[in-house]
């Protein structure tokens, strides 16, 4: 069981590696960055802090922050008041930051959806192994 953890944590970076090159080119394309990309998507489903996007992209709180600022300052993103800790705002999308995420997943589906289909992968596997590696990020948070 060792063994296959280690290889497991192998291939989600090996995963994160290919797609985030990927992702590169594909949030260019949009003129936009791939960190803008990826904070956009963080907060989509729920406000969070800096040190929250940090910790849930795998990144330094204070790179986060550069982003967050330039996203702020674009218009795609804004603070919220946070009732656990006044010094430590929320981040949630703007309307326009839903917008630019939208174009950018919209944008980039096609080649998502091909990719699935060559690899012969099923919705229901993606949520499955979703499923799994959320199991595991909560007991290593714990």
């Given at each position: ?8 944590i ?10 985030r090159r990927?992702?590169?080119?594909d949030?260019?394309?949009q003129h936009?960055t791939v960190?803008?990309?990826?904070v956009?998507s963080a907060v989509?489903e729920e406000?969070?802090t800096?040190p929250?996007i940090g910790?849930?992209?795998g990144l330094v709180r ?5 982003v ?13 008041p946070?009732?656990?800790h006044r ?9 326009e930051?839903?917008?630019?995420l939208?174009?950018l997943w ?13 690899a012969?992968?099923?919705a229901?596997e993606?949520?499955?192994?979703r499923?799994v ?6 007991a290593l948070?714990?």
């Amino acid at each position: 069981m060792p063994d296959d953890y280690r290889l497991l944590i192998a291939d989600v970076y090996e995963l994160a590696g290919l797609s985030r090159r990927i992702s590169e080119r594909d949030a260019a394309e949009q003129h936009t960055t791939v960190a803008r990309w990826h904070v956009l998507s963080a907060v989509s489903e729920e406000p969070l802090t800096v040190p929250a996007i940090g910790r849930r992209l795998g990144l330094v709180r204070q790179a986060v922050q550069r982003v967050v600022d330039d996203l702020v300052e674009a218009g795609r993103l804004r603070a919220e008041p946070n009732p656990a800790h006044r010094r430590s705002p929320l981040f949630a999308c703007t309307p326009e930051g839903a917008r630019v995420l939208d174009r950018l997943w919209a944008a980039s589906e096609p080649r998502r959806r091909a990719t699935l289909a060559a690899a012969g992968v099923t919705a229901a596997e993606l949520a499955q192994a979703r499923a799994v590696l959320r199991r595991v990020i909560d007991a290593l948070g714990d």
